[in-house]
Structure formats: structure tokens, C-alpha cells
């Protein structure tokens, strides 16, 4: 990688650049067979080629030159852009509840990185003060970044450090805890808290943001306020997601930890609660409770802290047609668990069958989850449910995939003892299984239905 | 002064400058970044949904905010904005990425880039321009250049170009009320290109025809859009001292020359203000140290004024009284027609502190007659002196804080002469504050689209088949010796290869096939309303058609009403209508001596004019198609009674 004088050049255009003694930031004007072209020469971002220079012409758009057709390049003078967000010491106050806020590598507030095109996260109260000051109105912030990875590289090892860290939290008395967190496996962490942080005395809460915060639409500052309220003066001592409720600007939900999933690639409005309804509404100054049911904020400072985590455990999304070796390459590989997400209510096809009863043998524990993710694994309807039954796989009723996977490996973080095992992932936590479904825990409008047009039209989406 | 008394002379005595920003839309199926269909639009009230959203601005790559992105964030501002399935997919509100460029609209604009003579680009990287006026939901426009340092060729001089972008159209606006404002997303996303001059114009009206040599130009690829809203200008304008103002959205050219004169002399007229200021305080620290004094005023207590009977009867507005030192005659000097400066204060209260008009009062209003005691009243509140000037403001609380700053900021910059803003522009040749004027500080690159390249073959793929310059055609239609009168009508319909066409296949005169289009058809186009399943390449076929029946093209003028109208009717159903009927020239020609003689017999006139205008308006309509008018009427005027009328023409 280069940086100094050439961020991000390479091939033919780090050598012409040298050639004319050009460098980044350099104000120039290049000669070349489509005309002149001046502007200042901006670094380029390291996956693009090495046939092209990148500058920022006066009226402040960027163009590419290609190094081909370029005869001269005159260095007239230099500038160095340094980015900062506005840094404003965080208006502190004695009134108001006092939240932690963990960095994990999502971006909440940022800024941009000229060779990668990517964004840089402003983290520090005094950043996030001046790039969202209704915090300072809501509560008391003090951040600590544990590490910097995005949404996908978050794994049991983090997982482990964040609930160490949120106990401490708890223990110094703070009143809440806000996690900032890529989205893509936000409902996965949330999980794995959920299992390793038990019984907290206040609200742990998850969030992250669909459109950076590089950009103006972006939902990252209202999903921080809504978080930051939640944390700070919420009576819900569960651990949470908060994100968009709608796609519009209006209020966010507030997901139990173990009913969250990501729904949509790309909308605001992604995190829904599966097979039931969310805990609350969240606005930057109100919870409005959807659910009679919660965990009160207690004045203590105790929490369960139990960071196990075993990775030798899969999720296996079942196909027609799966072969065998499927399941024998992860025995094979010594995995110890495997959830699988059967078809309809948890099935898999016959050819499987020999594999499973072989690794069930092995002291593989094996549990069934289901593609629909809503709906009750029920394995007991179909022969071919009854049959891997019999062969070891046990159903985890509605509980989703990825909490059954996330459960699992901190199940067998505590035993390898396949009866205690079983007995941790049938044991309800945090409704990770639920004893009924209600009828509106179930809602996909279909869209072109008279009466559901009416609906949409009628409320912001 | 007024534009008609203006000269040049006037012109360059206040320093008048200015450029232009054309934005013209490209004939594409699908929009820019994703594939909803372009150019179909829809009522104000056919929506399927809403959603709302807020801006936030954000640092720009260099590291700063952007001035007018402060300002819009200060307005706070719910935007609401109104989808139709139809037309508008998650793209447009910004909840997907954006998709692979639509390569129809960049081949396009490459064009247009190659006709405007521009250094084309060797990769062309989107970049985000911000817009948190919410004109766009992701609130900031994708938005790309092809080229940098044009030309075009004007009648007297050369005007250079800073380069053409590609970008998406804007959303359209609904309403703008208060705290609310609403748009519509159809036309968002619509392939768009960018020219912007140099400000190389020295008067009015080689604005517009720098303005109409451009759309000119991007008509002349038949590839964009025309009609309501498809062009639009922004214009760029100062004087000497001056700051550059851009008026924008002007979708009359025609409007153009009295919008550039208004704001010339309205800059003129901020310096003039400047200079009364500086005179009256003349020392730097006096300047410096200036401010206004304010006063919360309960409206309960001045129901005698009209204006805050509204604020009386509701208990959420409030109102403050304010004194402005020095501002004694500023208030009321002139600025634009019929406005003065305190206009300028009104205006930004409206647009910064979201505060409906009326939303003020001042010591020097023209029509107050109805109580001036509530000026004494906040003059000896604020203690204020004889040279200041008073103000009282209403509106919502929330939102009076705002108001106050907005009040001393536009004074203040009136110590400076003419803020950088963005103005709106109206009918009647006047403008209105719309927003501070953005600066480079807002582009930030869009980390969603990879850049694209642009090989030599592409650019030589269309360099081979560009349209011909608008300066050669200009040339060219003078040569074919068609009048000036049609040229821009031609022009703006780009109508030149079609013309081209007729002369060189159909050989018509060309002065003929000029004046169908510009005189006879354009009248009827003024006449008519649109007709859907019109086009002028129905006008070639059918002079094509007369060539081959051997009739005389004069009747396509009379046809030309029908071909309009009737676009679905095949020509002999049209001849029809006219009542055409084959007759040998011969034929009619032999007519003359009867209607001669029949003349006599009604009509006692000795004036041969008249004669021969009687027996014209006979024959007319038989010689219509059959033979030459003009030749007709030689004929009849050289037909003698005694000559038995075989005169051939």
C-alpha cells in the first residue's frame, strides 16, 4: 500500500505521477491529448486500476485522468485537506442519567476516507457532541472503543469482550449501555449478549445505522437518540436492538434481543421482530411499551456475566438435494453442534438421515430450526419428523436460526455433556422461545391489496 | 433603470457579469441510477404513500460544512415526501443503492459534451452535491462530469464553458408551509445534464441568447426531452463589487433578459446601501461593535393592529419588536421593483425561520398608515435613536429566536453589500431569497458507484456522427435565404435536418420548406392545443406525396391546419377536406376572361387590384394544388378580354 506523497496509486500512474513529480494533494495542471485539466490531485482508492489519476476540479467535483493520454503534469502548488468532525467538549450534567457507549467498528458518526472512499467513524464525545448535539439534551455519554471490525468480522471472541466490559459497566453503576454495531450481524450480537449477560439491572441497547452518517438522509443520529433515551431513561433492563421503525423519520422500535432479525438488504426499516411484537416505540424523548412483558431496571449493579463460547458449531440452511457429506465434512471437522434450518416445520430429506444418526453418535448435538423463521418447528406431524427425532435432532420450537446458532455454541462453551446441553437450548431465555405466537407476531402485508394501500397511504411508511 | 432605457454603455458602467447553468433532460427510457420510467409524472394528489424525512448536514471530503447546508439544518425542516409505485422504487428514497449508470443517458451527455466542444474526462467519477432542502431524499444529488472547458460561438462573440455534469433531476415541489414541505419523487432521478459557462455574458440579452444557443444544441441531438419543465436555467449574476447570485429555475428564456437587469441593479442597489452604511459608521470598530436590540412584545397588548389579531387569537405565536441602529432609510431604498430592503429581511424570515408571510412590520412601510404608535412604542423600549430604523416580527415562539438571528445576520452582511444566495425567480422579471449559496464544500465522491471510463473509441464512436454546430446552422439557413423571423423556431425544434432533408430530396425551395415550419405551422402550434400524434416528419411525407401526384406544394399550407389537427388521417382524406379536385392548369386558366367579364357585370370598380383580388378569391380554391398561385394571379392580371386566354404560364 502507499501512502506519503502516492496514497493509493500504483502501476503506470505511480510512476508517471513520480515521473512529474506530482504528489497527492498537489495542485495541478495536467496536459494530455484530450486537453488541460487542472484541480488538485486526490488519492485514489486502493481496488481501482492503475491507469487513472483522480482530481478534484475547482467547482469541487472529481474527475479521472487517464495516465495514457497525460504529456505533462505541473505541480503549481499544495494543499492537504485534514478532516475533522467538530470537536465540542460534551455538555455534561448532573441531571441527567449517565450512558457508556462501546464502539465496535459500525459508524454512527463519521467521516470520509479519501483512499478507500470509505467512511471513518467520529467517536469521541466531543466528536459525536458536535456532529449530533441532541445528545447532550437526553443524557450523559462516555465512549470506549473495544474494537474496530465491521458487522461480519464480530465473533465469539468480541462477543466475550463486550459482555466483560458491559459487566464492569454495570458494576461502576452506570445507568445504560449503548453498543454502536455494524447491522448486518447486529442480531447475532444481540444474541450472544442476551445469553452472557443475564438478569442486568439496565437497558443494554444495540444500534447502528442503514445510511451512513456521511450522508444527510442518514438514520444513524435519530437511531442514536432513540438509543441513547432507551439506555438513559427507559425502565426495560433487557438487552435490545434499537433501529428504524418505519423507513421514515419518525420513531424506532425497540427488538428483544432474541427475536431480532435483519430483514432487508438496504431499507431503514430492516430489524423486525419475528413470531412477535416488539418491546417498544422509541422516540428522542418517549418509550411508549408495546409489550406488557419486560424486565424492570433494578438499583443494583449485579449482572450473570457468563462469556462461554464454543465456535465448533454450524448452521446448515437446508436444500432439496443436500447430500450427506454436508453433514459427515462438519463431523468430519470436528464440530460438536449443528442447527439446522429445516424446510416447513424442520425437515430434511431422507439421503441425510445416515449422516445425522452418525453424528448424533459422535456426540454432535443437533438441533432443528426452521427456513420460515415464523412458525414453531413440529416434528411430530410428518413421519420424516419423527424419524430424525428418533435420531437424535432435537426441535427448538420458534426459536430463530441464528439464536439457536448463537445459543449453542455458548451452550457448549459451559459442557460437552449432550443432555445439559439440550437442556440449556430448550430452556427459555429472554423469550428466545416463546410458549404462544401471538395472531400479530405474523405480519407480512402484501402490497396491492385495496385495503392495505389504504393502510400505507394513510400512515408514514 | 429600466431594461428598455438601458445600453451597453449601462451596463458596463455597473460591471453587469454573468453565466449560465442550462439543465436539460435526457430522452431515456429509465431514470440514471435505477429503472423506473422517466418523464411520466403525476398529479400532486396521486400518490400511494408518504414518507417523511430530516437533513443533517455532513462534512464535505475537505473537511468543512457547508454553508448552506448550516442554514437548512437551522430551518429543521419535516420533508414529506409523496411516492406513486408507478414511478418511484426504494432507490429514489433512498432506501437501495443505487444501480449501474443508465448507459443511454451517458452516451447522450457524451455527446452533447463532444458538441460543446469539452476536454472529455478519462474516467468519470459520481460524486454527491448536497441538497438539504430535501429536494432529494438521500440529500445529496449523484451527479458526474464529462467535460471540462468548452465553447460555443455566438453571433458576436465566443463564450467559454467550465464543464457539463450528468446528474438526476430534483424531486418537485408541493408545498413549502411553515415547518412542512412536501414533494413529489416522479420527475426525481430523470436523467439531467449540466452546462455551465463561464461568466463571459456583459448584458441581458446575450444571456439568452447563450441560453438558447445551448438548448439549441442539446435539441440538435434529437435525444432530450423538450416541453414544460424538460430545460431549465440557472443564472449567474453580479456587478462590479458585486457577489455572485444565482437565479434559479428560470424556465422561460425569455424571462431572462429582465431577471439579469432586476438583479444587476438590485446588487447596484445593495452598494449604494453599503455606502450610506459606511458613511454613517465610519469607524471600523463601530462597524464591528454594531448590533440590534429586541424585545418580546406580548401581541394581547396591540390588538389594534391587524396583522396580530391572527397572533392574539392564537396563543402560540409571539412577537418581538426590534431596533436597528443606523437603518434609518435603508428600510424603504430601493431595491427591485416594487421592493425595497426590508423585502430582503422578509424573504429570509420566511425561508430561514420558517415564518409564513406577513411575518413583519417595519418603521418605513410605504402603505402603514394604520397605527404608527406601536414604532414610538418599541423606539422608546429600545431606546432607540433618530438615525435607527424599527421592526416588528411575528410567528411561532420556537421559532422567533431564529428570526431575530436571521434579522441581524441579513443586516450585517448588508455592512458587506451583496450576500452570495440563491434566488427564485418570477414571471414578472423579480427574485426572492431561496437559499445561501452552496460552495465547492459540498461534493463529497459517492463511495456506492466504482468510476467509469471513457476510451478513446467511445468518444470517436460519436464524434463521427455529431450534428452540425448551431453557428453553421445559423449560416445555413441565411444562405438557403429563409427569414430570421423562424430561425429560432427552427432551431428550438431542431428542425434543420428535416429541412435538410426536403430541400436536398424533395428539392423545395428552401425559403418555402422555412417559412411552413416558422411562419405556418408555428402559427398553428399558437393556435391549437398540442396534438399527441403530431410530427413534423409527417410534413416530409407529405410533400413528398404532392412531388409524386405533381401538385403544386402550395397547398400544403392550407393542409398543413388538417396534417396537425387529423395526424391519424391518411393525404387523400385530407385533399379531400380542402376539397381538392384535379384540374388541368390549362383549365383554369381559361376561366379568367369569364370571371372578367362577370366582374364588370357586379362590381363597377375600375381598380384592377381589386379585380384581380375578386377573381383570385375564385379560383383559389380550384387552383389550390393544381397550379402555382403566384403564377395565377400573373396570369390573370396579364389575361385581356380580347386575348382569348391561352396564356401560358
Known amino acids: ?201 439496565i437497558p443494554i441497547v444495540l444500534v447502528g445505522s442503514q445510511r451512513s452518517s456521511d450522508r444527510p438522509s442518514s438514520d444513524a443520529a435519530l437511531n442514536l437518540m432513540h438509543a441513547s433515551y432507551t439506555a438513559g431513561h427507559s425502565d426495560i433492563a433487557e438487552v435490545s436492538v434499537c433501529m428504524f421503525g418505519p423507513t421514515s423519520d419518525e420513531y424506532g422500535f425497540l427488538h428483544r434481543g432474541t427475536r431480532v432479525r435483519k430483514m432487508h438488504s438496504s431499507y431503514r426499516s430492516t430489524f423486525r421482530t419475528i413470531g412477535d411484537i416488539p418491546i417498544a416505540k422509541v422516540t428522542r424523548n418517549s418509550v411508549e411499551l408495546l409489550q406488557p412483558h419486560y424486565k424492570h431496571r433494578r438499583q443494583d449493579k ?23 457429506d454436508i453433514i459427515e465434512s462438519l463431523v468430519d471437522n470436528g464440530y460438536k453442534g449443528i442447527v439446522i434450518a429445516g424446510t416447513g416445520l424442520g425437515h430434511v430429506n431422507k439421503p441425510l438421515y445416515p449422516a445425522i444418526d452418525k453424528a448424533a453418535k459422535q456426540g454432535v448435538s443437533i438441533f432443528m430450526t426452521v427456513q420460515t423463521l415464523w412458525g414453531y418447528v413440529h416434528m411430530n406431524v410428518y413421519e420424516t419428523g419423527r424419524d430424525l427425532q428418533a435420531k437424535g435432532v432435537v426441535p427448538t420450537q420458534n426459536m430463530l436460526p441464528e439464536v439457536a446458532y448463537i445459543k449453542l455454541g455458548w451452550a457448549l462453551g459451559q459442557t460437552s455433556d449432550m443432555e445439559e446441553v439440550r437442556n440449556i437450548m430448550l430452556t427459555p431465555i429472554n423469550d428466545d422461545i416463546t410458549e404462544r405466537e401471538p395472531y400479530n407476531g405474523y405480519l407480512i402485508y402484501q402490497g396491492g391489496v385495496p385495503e392495505v394501500e389504504e393502510f400505507i397511504k394513510k400512515f408514514h411508511k | 433603470m429600466t431594461r428598455k432605457d438601458a445600453t451597453q454603455s449601462d451596463y458596463d458602467r455597473v460591471g453587469f457579469k454573468a453565466g449560465l447553468e442550462v439543465h436539460q433532460q435526457l430522452k431515456t427510457k429509465k431514470k440514471l441510477f435505477c429503472n423506473c420510467p422517466a418523464g411520466v409524472y403525476h398529479k400532486n394528489e396521486e400518490y400511494d404513500a408518504e414518507i417523511i424525512r430530516h437533513m443533517r448536514p455532513t462534512l464535505s471530503e475537505l473537511g468543512e460544512y457547508d454553508g ?140 439568452k441568447e447563450g441560453a438558447e444557443y445551448i438548448r439549441y444544441l442539446n435539441r440538435s441531438t434529437g435525444k432530450v426531452r423538450v416541453g414544460s419543465g424538460a430545460g431549465r436555467e440557472d443564472v449567474n449574476v453580479s456587478c462590479r463589487n458585486g457577489s455572485r447570485v444565482e437565479i434559479k429555475g428560470v424556465s422561460h428564456i425569455k424571462l431572462i433578459p429582465e431577471l439579469t437587469h432586476n438583479e444587476v441593479f438590485r446588487q447596484f442597489a445593495l452598494l449604494e446601501i453599503r455606502d450610506k452604511l459606511h458613511k454613517r459608521f465610519s469607524r471600523e470598530e463601530n462597524r464591528s461593535d454594531w448590533g440590534i436590540r429586541f424585545q418580546h412584545i406580548n401581541p394581547v397588548e396591540f390588538p389594534f393592529l391587524k396583522q396580530l389579531k391572527q397572533a392574539v387569537e392564537n396563543q402560540t405565536v409571539c412577537a ?50 394604520e397605527n404608527e404608535d406601536i414604532f414610538q412604542i418599541i423606539s422608546r423600549v429600545l431606546s432607540s435613536e433618530n438615525d435607527d430604523a424599527q421592526l416588528l416580527i411575528w410567528g411561532l415562539k420556537e ?35 431561496e437559499r445561501v449559496l452552496p460552495g465547492a464544500d459540498r461534493m463529497y465522491p459517492d463511495t456506492d458507484s466504482p468510476p467509469i471510463p471513457i476510451e478513446d473509441k467511445d468518444i470517436q464512436k460519436f464524434k463521427d456522427e455529431l450534428p452540425k454546430d448551431i453557428h ?170 380580347s386575348s382569348q386566354g391561352n396564356i401560358r404560364t
Open chain 2, 68 to 207: 448552506t447546508a448550516l442554514m437548512e439544518f437551522k430551518t429543521r425542516k419535516n420533508i414529506i415526501y409523496r411516492i406513486k409505485n408507478e414511478t418511484t422504487c426504494t432507490y429514489e428514497i433512498d432506501d437501495t443503492p443505487p444501480f449501474p449508470i443508465n448507459r443511454e443517458a451517458l452516451n447522450i451527455a457524451l455527446e452533447i459534451s463532444l458538441l460543446s466542444k469539452f476536454n472529455i474526462v478519462g474516467e468519470v467519477h459520481i460524486t454527491r452535491k448536497q441538497y438539504l432542502d430535501g429536494s432529494i431524499p438521500t440529500g445529496f444529488q449523484r451527479t458526474a462530469i464529462l467535460g471540462v472547458e468548452g465553447e460555443i460561438q455566438l453571433k458576436n462573440k465566443k463564450i467559454r464553458l467550465i464543464q457539463l455534469s450528468i446528474e438526476e433531476d430534483a424531486c418537485r415541489e408541493i408545498s413549502d408551509i411553515g415547518h412542512i414541505r412536501t414533494y413529489k419523487t416522479d420527475r426525481l432521478g430523470i436523467p439531467l445534464i449540466e452546462t455551465v459557462t463561464h461568466p463571459d455574458f456583459s448584458n441581458p440579452d446575450e444571456v
Open chain 1, 1 to 201: 500500500m502507499n501512502t506519503g506523497n502516492f496514497q493509493g496509486y500504483k502501476g503506470h500512474a505511480l510512476s508517471l505521477l513520480q515521473k512529474f513529480n506530482a504528489r497527492v494533494w498537489g495542485q495541478v495542471k495536467i496536459e494530455s491529448t484530450r486537453g488541460v485539466f487542472s484541480g488538485t490531485i486526490l488519492p485514489r482508492s486502493e481496488n481501482d486500476d492503475d491507469l487513472h489519476i483522480v482530481l478534484k476540479i475547482s467547482t469541487g467535483y472529481n474527475i479521472g485522468i487517464n495516465v495514457l493520454t497525460i504529456t505533462q503534469i505541473e505541480e503549481l502548488g499544495y494543499k492537504k485537506a485534514h478532516y475533522q468532525i467538530p470537536e465540542k467538549e460534551f455538555p455534561y450534567s448532573d441531571s441527567k442519567p449517565n450512558v457508556k457507549l462501546f464502539g465496535t467498528g459500525g459508524t454512527i458518526a463519521s467521516r470520509l476516507d479519501y483512499r478507500t472512499g470509505a467512511v471513518i467513524p467520529a467517536f469521541s464525545p466531543g466528536e459525536l457532541y458536535g456532529a449530533v448535539p441532541e445528545l447532550a439534551d437526553i443524557c450523559n455519554i462516555t465512549t470506549e472503543k473495544l474494537f474496530a471490525v465491521f458487522s461480519e468480522n464480530m465473533g465469539p471472541e468480541e462477543y466475550k469482550k463486550l459482555a466483560i466490559a458491559i459487566g464492569k459497566e454495570i458494576e461502576n453503576g452506570i445507568d445504560g449501555i449503548i453498543i454502536g454495531h455494524g447491522t448486518d450481524t447486529l442480531h447475532h450480537t444481540a444474541a450472544a449478549l442476551t445469553y452472557m449477560i443475564q438478569n442486568p439491572p
Open chain 2, 399 to 433: 421559532d422567533i429566536p431564529t428570526a431575530i438571528e436571521t434579522i441581524e445576520e441579513r443586516c450585517r452582511m448588508a455592512f458587506d453589500g451583496v450576500p452570495n444566495e440563491s434566488r427564485k425567480s418570477f414571471m414578472d422579471g423579480t427574485t426572492i431569497f
Open chain 2, 472 to 641: 453553421k446552422r445559423y449560416t445555413q439557413l441565411k444562405k438557403w435565404d429563409i427569414p430570421e423571423d423562424t430561425h429560432n423556431y427552427i432551431l428550438r425544434n431542431n428542425l434543420c435536418p428535416l429541412l435538410e432533408k426536403i430541400i436536398k430530396d424533395l428539392d423545395v425551395n428552401p425559403k418555402f420548406a422555412g417559412t411552413l415550419f416558422g411562419h405556418t405551422l408555428k402559427h398553428i402550434e399558437g393556435q391549437l392545443k398540442p396534438s399527441p400524434g403530431f410530427e413534423v416528419e409527417k410534413v416530409y411525407h407529405f410533400l413528398s406525396y404532392l412531388n409524386k401526384n405533381e401538385l403544386d406544394l402550395e397547398i400544403s399550407k392550407s393542409a398543413m391546419l388538417m396534417i396537425y389537427k387529423y395526424p391519424e388521417k391518411d393525404f387523400d382524406s385530407i385533399l379531400k377536406i380542402l376539397k381538392y379536385r384535379k384540374i388541368n392548369r390549362q383549365n383554369i386558366v381559361d376561366k379568367i376572361s369569364d370571371l372578367k367579364r362577370e366582374f364588370k357585370q357586379v362590381h363597377h370598380s375600375k381598380n384592377a387590384t381589386a379585380q384581380a383580388d375578386w377573381i383570385m378569391g375564385k379560383l383559389r380554391p380550384l387552383a389550390l394544388g393544381n397550379m402555382n398561385l403566384k403564377a395565377l394571379r400573373e396570369a390573370v392580371e396579364k389575361t385581356n378580354l
Open chain 1, 302 to 324: 449485579k449482572a450473570d456475566i457468563l462469556p462461554y463460547f464454543d465456535e465448533r458449531i454450524s448452521l446448515v440452511y437446508y436444500y432439496p438435494n443436500m447430500k450427506p
Open chain 2, 320 to 369: 418581538a419588536g426590534i431596533n436597528i441602529p443606523g437603518f434609518r432609510g435603508i428600510l424603504s431604498h430601493f431595491t427591485q421593483p416594487g421592493q425595497t430592503f426590508a423585502n430582503e429581511l422578509s424573504d429570509r424570515l420566511k425561508v430561514i425561520a420558517c415564518i409564513e408571510k406577513p411575518n413583519m412590520l417595519h418603521s418605513e412601510q410605504f402603505d402603514f398608515i
